[in-house]
């Protein structure tokens, strides 16, 4: 009986042998799959996934006869555990040393991995509730959004580091646990789907990619159990089949790029497994659709937020850092694309070195003291820009991209970089960037500034609108946010979804913008299916630009949209830069109807006595907003959800512009700054006047300015003076300017900007146009 025993497994055995070589092969051929969906593979279809002809692989399964299933599955625990074919971000082989080189370089930033770890621990446990209703162990009621962050395992890291870090002797135990309770779980139908599946890509993505990272921490460690590791190795099998499935084909936004760049990592990781090889070929694939669709040449994201556009450097750096570990070439697009992120960084950021706030740019969320932190909060958090110009800077070896970086390796990127790695970085150098204004005109974000120290000048433009994918897009169409002297002047706000606040803070009430008739530019709000408190406008304004140009000393922007076009109102935006000292904003509204203007300013600001103009005291400066109507209009000032706004307000006009003046300035600079229209038949004329400083708009409303001081066919001149001497000025779109005791003509309609340099020379520069012939001349 135990001889036809003998037999029988030996037959059995042959016939698996068979079927895992004809199986490979139909891999191989046709990249077919029969991985189940619903659950984690057996031993036997692990192996029958496997690259037989692989010398280590065939020589372990040619002992299945022999040795049997499970002898065989510890032996392949082994070989990944030791092989050399294939690197992680670090080598699990120096875990330990690496976390003592952690303390000593990072021993403030310890305790709070430790804490993070408890915290979670003491929030949620080991057994979680995958699907609603449900309690944490605080005994608070589970959302959406707790579901959607907790299946992120968004502690791994944490778990483990905590387990070296404090040498426990139950090493990893928690987390495993918590692995698999998840896995139970979603076998026996326990886990959320629908809108709020446990599996969407975002955050399938997330999960796959921070248990691989927990897992190849793990690998440094004995007390890591060779049935540990096969478990974790179906877990990734499982994810990678179930993200394949929705990452065929492409499809705009993130939350693919997500699960694609968890996929890809992964897969990458298990050459030996030819369905994984097939598919990080195929992740790849739709990954370069990501980045030339998404990532424009000026080098930020297509979604247009700030939060998303770092999220996506995080996730292109990933993919980038590991295939080269692997010697995978990239196509040259991707690394072309990729470094252009950090630029794009450095063409937005204030002069403190961060990124404005644009559309949705996530909350910092605070802590409870006695509830821990909220189980409301599905949202990455929103780490500082010298984190990702850390990146650019270890990277490409850039002195630029270090001056906004920190000066040590981030403890975020540790395990990123190997020693040496580390230690270039701290003692790379950085330069301060010699760029100004700049365009990004793929993006339509149009910068002004001065310069990068403290007290210089600083304002954005958002000129743009996401085309495909609009979901972060907010109310602030042609708003503008402005920096100066170590202030936030005009500020745009961070966004929480899951708080009440979330929908007002979209739309056009907290931006600097204008408006008619008290429409705001949102309309029509859509929640999403999961319920986490996120949404969307169903209508935005489409904007254009109608120009922008950029001088040494003065930069303008012209800028319309289309938000009010259905009750018969035209709006354009157009904003002219004094460099270094103010702005001068002019909205102007045309319409054969009767209506109500208004103009929204973010901050705390007071009413000024005698004029239409408010003025806010800051830590640093005073910032005046001041019209050049001296006539009845309405200021208003409301604060809601804790942000204060004030408002100018013209009623009952048809057309009207309102034509402002932006001036900052030291909190020791006591003088005040005026401004005067005065409109005459053929011209409109602004006058800016800053103690022995004076600042001059001309606009031609006919064919030519005829005036003693001044004659020309340009659209308009802006000029700067001291006093009466006459230092710079810029004539727009014309063929002749005199001013003064300087004349310049050209041949064909042309931009230019004219100069007195030091030793009293007039100079000049072509901004716009392709004269042939320029002429300046003294009278």
Not at 250 to 277: C, D, R, S, V
Request: aromatic letters at 14%; one cysteine or more; glycine letters at 6%.
């Amino acid at each position: 009986m135990i001889s036809d025993g003998i037999k029988i497994l030996s037959v059995l055995t042959f016939l698996l042998m068979l079927f895992i070589v004809t199986n490979q092969a139909q891999i191989r051929k046709s990249n077919f799959d029969n991985i189940p969906r619903e659950r984690l593979i057996t031993n036997e279809e692990l192996i029958n996934l496997l690259d037989s002809s692989i010398p280590p692989l065939h020589k372990i399964i040619s002992g299945l006869q022999d040795k049997g299933i499970e002898n065989i599955v510890e032996q392949l625990a082994e070989y990944f555990r030791t092989r050399r074919n294939v690197k992680y971000f670090f080598e699990h082989s120096s875990v330990k040393s690496s976390f003592e080189e952690l303390i000593k370089d990072y021993p403030d930033k310890v305790s709070s991995i430790v804490n993070k770890a408890n915290n979670f621990i003491n929030n949620y446990g080991v057994a979680i509730t995958w699907k609603l209703p449900g309690f944490d162990k605080l005994g608070r009621k589970l959302t959406p959004n707790t579901i959607r962050y907790l299946s992120r395992f968004p502690t791994a890291y944490e778990e483990v580091a905590k387990s070296y870090l404090e040498n426990k002797n139950n090493k990893f135990k928690v987390l495993l646990d918590q692995v698999k309770d998840f896995i139970n779980d979603y076998e026996k139908g326990k886990s959320e789907t629908g809108g709020n599946d446990v599996f969407e890509r975002f955050y399938a993505g997330h999960r796959i990619r921070n248990l691989l990272f927990a897992h190849n921490l793990m690998l440094g460690s004995k007390s890591y159990k060779w049935t540990d590791q096969i478990f974790m190795l179906k877990v990734f099998i499982l994810h990678a089949a179930k993200l394949i499935d929705v990452c065929k084909k492409f499809h705009w936004g993130n939350h693919q790029l997500h699960g694609l760049a968890g996929l890809y990592e992964t897969t990458i990781m298990y050459p030996e497994i030819p369905i994984m090889k097939y598919w990080n070929e195929l992740a790849l694939k739709i990954i370069m659709k990501h980045i030339s669709k998404e990532i424009k040449d000026d080098g930020f994201q297509f979604e247009r937020a700030s939060h998303y556009f770092k999220l996506d450097i995080m996730n292109y750096f990933r993919i980038y850092k590991i295939s080269k570990l692997n010697h995978k070439s990239l196509p040259v697009l991707f690394e072309k694309r990729f470094h252009r992120m950090f630029d794009a960084i450095i063409a937005l950021s204030m002069p403190d070195k961060r990124l404005p706030v644009l559309n949705d740019a996530q909350a910092i969320y605070k802590k409870n003291s006695t509830k821990g932190e909220s189980n409301n909060i599905a949202e990455l958090s929103d780490p500082p820009e010298s984190l990702y110009m850390s990146i650019g800077a270890a990277e490409f070896n850039s002195k630029t991209y270090k001056y906004f970086a920190s000066k040590n390796l981030p403890i975020e990127l540790f395990w990123f970089f190997n020693d040496s790695e580390r230690e270039h970085y701290k003692n790379l150098t950085a330069s301060k960037p010699k760029l100004k204004s700049i365009a990004l005109t793929d993006s339509k974000y149009y910068v002004m500034r001065t310069g990068w120290d403290q007290n210089d000048l600083y304002l954005v433009i958002d000129g743009g609108l996401a085309k495909f994918k609009p979901d972060h897009s907010h109310g602030g169409i042609l708003g503008i946010s402005a920096y100066g002297y170590g202030d936030q002047l005009l500020p745009t706000y961070r966004v929480r979804y899951s708080d009440p606040s979330y929908k007002y803070m979209k739309n056009s009430l907290v931006k600097n913008v204008a408006l008619v008739d008290n429409i705001l530019q949102g309309q029509g709000w859509i929640d999403n299916k999961a319920r986490t408190g996120f949404g969307i406008w169903k209508s935005l304004p489409v904007p254009t630009v109608n120009e922008w140009i950029s001088g040494d000393n003065f930069d303008y922007f012209s800028g319309s949209h289309n938000g009010y076009k259905k009750i018969d109102v035209n709006y354009t935006r157009n904003i002219i830069f004094f460099k270094p000292y103010f702005w001068l904003i002019l909205d102007n509204f045309s319409s054969s109807n009767f209506h109500s203007y208004q103009q929204i300013w973010q901050g705390n600001f007071n009413l000024l006595e005698h004029l239409n103009g408010i003025v806010k005291e800051m830590h640093n400066s005073r910032l005046y907003i001041v019209q050049s109507d001296y006539s009845d209009m309405q200021i208003k000032s409301f604060t809601k959800y804790q942000i204060h706004t004030s408002e100018f307000i013209k009623n009952a006009v048809d057309n009207y512009t309102f034509s402002t003046l932006v001036f900052p300035q030291k909190n020791s600079n006591t003088i005040k700054p005026s401004i005067r229209e005065f409109n005459r038949k053929n011209y409109m004329l602004i006058v800016v006047k800053y103690g022995n400083r004076i600042g001059k708009l001309y606009f031609n409303s006919d064919n030519k300015i005829d005036l003693d001081e001044l004659n020309s066919d340009a659209k308009f001149i802006a000029a700067s003076f001291q006093s009466d001497r006459l230092e710079n000025f810029i004539f727009y779109n014309g063929t002749s300017c005199r001013f003064q005791k300087v004349k310049i003509t050209c041949d064909k309609p042309s931009t230019i900007e004219v100069i007195l340099e030091d030793g009293g020379k007039w100079n000049y520069k072509v901004l716009k146009g392709k004269p042939n012939k320029v002429i300046l001349k003294y009278l």
